[in-house]
C-alpha cells in the first residue's frame, strides 16, 4: 500500500485533473487513430498500409497497444464511456495483425495485454480473452528450448537473428503469466520464469545495469556475445532497458513471488537511481558521452512504476527509498517535460526511441502511457495491466 505525505497528495491531485483535462479533447481528437508520435503536435496513425506485414510500421508496430491501454486507465479513472469504445476501436484493429501474420514479433505482450487482456478483466469480453490467449500462444511458439529464451524481432535481410532475445522482452511475459492464471495450463508461465532465469544470468552485469541484446547459439545455447542496441554502445547502460528490467523483473516476482526476481529488480533500481543525475534528467544511455546532452523522458515514467511497485511490497524502512525517487522523476516530468496545453497531442515531451536515431526529444506514446499509469498506482487505483 502507498501513503503519500499531504503535499504529494495535493500534488497528485493537481495532475490528475489535469491528466483529466488533456485525455478529455485529446481522445477525441484522435478516437479513430492508434498513435506512435505527434507531427506537429497532431498524432499520427499506425492504422495505415501495410500490405508486405513487416514491423517498421502500420498496424503491427509495437506500440499499438499503448493508445487502448490509455483509454483503459482513463475509464477506470472517471468511468466515461467514450474512453471504452475508443479502446474496443483500438483492439478491433489490431485483428490485423493476426491475419497478416508475418508481421508479429516477441512484443504481442506490449500489444494486447493494455487492450484484450485489460478489455476480459473489466468486461469479461469473451472475444478479447480469445485475442489475448492467440497471442500468448504466439508469444509462447518463440521460445527457443536449447537456450531458454524467446526468441527478439524476425528474419531480416543481412541479419541473422535467431539467436537475439533482449531485455524488453521481460514486459512481455506477464501476457503468458496471465495465460497461465486464465487457463491453468502451467505450459506459458514455465516459458515466462525459464526466459526470466536466462535473463538473470545473461541480462544483469554485477553492477546491476543490464545488455540491450544478448545472442545465444540457437542450436545449443549459451551466450555468444552482446550487443548496444538502443544504447550508446556495446557494455554501456540504455536506461530505457535499466526500467525494461526493472519493471519486468518486479512484474515477474508478483506472478510467481520467486525471490530472486524481486532481488534482481532491486539489483538494477539501485542502479538506476545510483545514475540519476542531480538535474533530475534522465540520459538516454547513463555511459553516453557529457555532449551532446540526449534525454529519454520515457525511461524515468517507465523507472517510476517499476519503483513503486517495489515500494507496495518491500518493508517500511526501504519503503521510502523507491517511492521518493518515483515522486521526483514523476514531479521532475510534470513540471519539466508534460505538456498540458492543446498545442501538441501529446502529454510528455522528450522521448527518444534510441541513441543513434534521429527522433531524439520527440513524443512517444508508451511515455504518455506510463507516466498516466505510475499516476494511478500512485493513487492506488491501478488496472494492474502487467
Known amino acids: 500500500m502507498i501513503t503519500l505525505q499531504e503535499q504529494d497528495q495535493i500534488w497528485l491531485n493537481e495532475v490528475i485533473g489535469k491528466l483529466a483535462y488533456k485525455m478529455n479533447w485529446v481522445s477525441d481528437k484522435s478516437k479513430h487513430k492508434i498513435p506512435y508520435t505527434t507531427i506537429n503536435g497532431t498524432h499520427d496513425n499506425r492504422i495505415d498500409d501495410n500490405p508486405k506485414g513487416t514491423v517498421t510500421n502500420g498496424i503491427n508496430w509495437w506500440t499499438n497497444g499503448f493508445w487502448g ?9 472517471t468511468g466515461i464511456e467514450s474512453y471504452k469504445e475508443i479502446a474496443n476501436f483500438s483492439e478491433d484493429a489490431l485483428d490485423e495483425c493476426f491475419r497478416q501474420y508475418y508481421g508479429l ?27 489475448a ?29 535467431r539467436g537475439w532475445a533482449i531485455v524488453d522482452c521481460l514486459m512481455n511475459l506477464p501476457l503468458l503469466y496471465w495465460a497461465t492464471e486464465e487457463s491453468n495450463d502451467p505450459r506459458f ?15 544483469i552485469r554485477p553492477d546491476g545495469s543490464v545488455h540491450h541484446i544478448v545472442e545465444f547459439d540457437p542450436f545449443h545455447g549459451g551466450v555468444v556475445k552482446t550487443y548496444g542496441g538502443q544504447g550508446y554502445e556495446n557494455g554501456s547502460s540504455w536506461t530505457r532497458g535499466q526500467t525494461w528490467a526493472l519493471y519486468g523483473f518486479m512484474m515477474s516476482y508478483l506472478h ?12 538494477v533500481a539501485h542502479y538506476f537511481m545510483a545514475n540519476i543525475p542531480d538535474n533530475g534528467i ?35 524502512y526501504e519503503k521510502e527509498v523507491y517511492l521518493n525517487t518515483a515522486l521526483k522523476l514523476l514531479r521532475k516530468l510534470d513540471e ?27 513524443a512517444i506514446i508508451y511515455g504518455d502511457y506510463y507516466f498516466m499509469e505510475a499516476v494511478f498506482k500512485l493513487k492506488g487505483n491501478d488496472l494492474n495491466v502487467w
Open 69 to 77: 491501454g490509455m483509454m483503459w486507465l482513463m475509464f477506470h479513472e
Open 105 to 131: 514479433h516477441h512484443d504481442v505482450g506490449f500489444m494486447w495485454l493494455p487492450t484484450s487482456v485489460v478489455n476480459y478483466k473489466v468486461t469479461g469480453n469473451s472475444e478479447s480473452r480469445k485475442r
Open 133 to 161: 490467449m492467440h497471442a500468448a500462444n504466439l508469444l509462447a511458439g518463440r521460445f527457443n528450448l536449447a537456450g531458454g529464451f524467446i526468441r527478439a524481432w524476425n528474419d531480416d535481410e543481412g541479419a541473422d537473428s
Open 189 to 203: 508461465m514455465q516459458i515466462a520464469m525459464k526466459h526470466a532465469d536466462t535473463a538473470l544470468d545473461a541480462f
Open 256 to 267: 510467481t513471488e520467486k525471490k530472486e526476481y524481486l532481488h534482481a529488480a532491486k539489483r
Open 282 to 316: 534522465i540520459p538516454i544511455d547513463f555511459r553516453q558521452p557529457k555532449e551532446p546532452i540526449y534525454e529519454d523522458s520515457t525511461a524515468a515514467a517507465i523507472a517510476a512504476c517499476g519503483l513503486i511497485e517495489i515500494a507496495k511490497v518491500v518493508g517500511p
Open 336 to 362: 519539466t517535460r508534460c505538456d498540458w496545453t492543446k498545442d501538441s497531442d501529446c502529454i510528455l515531451i522528450n522521448g527518444s526511441s534510441a541513441y543513434h536515431n534521429n527522433d531524439k526529444h520527440s
